[in-house]
């Protein structure tokens, strides 16, 4: 079952930050977050697991809800280059299924 | 440098046609993936394998089909059965989960757009 991302879409002016949620009706032990520009492939941003939190990025974070069965990026004094849609995947083994994606777009 | 390449990068087919797609990567990775991504929409997985001579279906395999007769290789054929086949394409690989415990990310590929028409 795909997991369900929240906001679909964020708009936001350079500098302000903002939090993007990732929720799954399985159990989750590990989450996955990429960024993808428009017409590129997706880049890895972290792995959050279980029981742990693994920090990819200087200015960007997560978190990670065992019982929620939750996960939230969360995006610090944002940057031009931060625009781009956001997916997170939860994984089973090698199975990797990622949800619908969050769109976020940074303006000058 | 390591990496994955899918090609060709964009390609058209005319309804009724099988293709084949295909991902080449020399990151020594034992798994290897396939998604499939609309316009505005998230990824897809089709199919992945996780060893050689080995694979599994995704959420949404049917009208695809896949191989894995090498490490290196996992090509994607889009068949006449699969409905809707344009979109774009994503091949991915990684460090395999199976027997180490640890999560490992995807490498992806640029992709490859087809359009059937």
């Known amino acids: 079952q795909q997991p369900v991302q929240s906001p679909q879409a964020v708009i936001l002016r350079e500098g302000e930050d903002a939090v993007i949620n990732c929720s799954s009706s399985k159990a989750l032990y590990s989450v996955h977050w990429y960024r993808q520009k428009h017409g590129e492939a997706p880049v890895f941003l972290m792995i959050l697991l279980k029981g742990g939190e693994q920090k990819g990025h200087e200015k960007i974070s997560a978190s990670f809800n065992e019982k929620k069965q939750q996960s939230s990026l969360y995006l610090t004094a944002s940057q031009l280059s931060y625009s781009g849609t956001y997916f997170c995947g939860t994984a089973a083994g090698n199975m990797l299924t990622f949800g619908g994606g969050t769109r976020l777009m940074v303006k000058p | 440098d390591g990496g994955i390449t899918q090609s060709p990068k964009y390609l058209f087919r005319k309804e009724g046609q099988n293709v084949t797609l295909s991902c080449e990567q020399n990151?020594?990775?034992?798994?290897m993936y396939w998604y499939r991504q609309d316009p505005g929409q998230g990824l897809r997985l089709i199919y992945y394998s996780q060893i050689v001579n080995d694979f599994q279906k995704g959420d949404i395999a049917e009208g695809y089909s896949v191989s894995r007769e090498k490490k290196e290789s996992f090509p994607l054929t889009v068949t006449s059965a699969q409905k809707n086949p344009t979109a774009f394409y994503l091949c991915?690989?990684?460090?395999?989960?199976?027997?180490?415990?640890?999560?490992?990310?995807?490498?992806f590929g640029n992709g490859t757009r087809l359009t059937v028409t």
């Open positions: 991915a690989s990684s460090i395999s989960h199976s027997g180490t415990g640890k999560y490992y990310p995807l490498h």
């Open positions: 990151l020594n990775h034992d798994a």
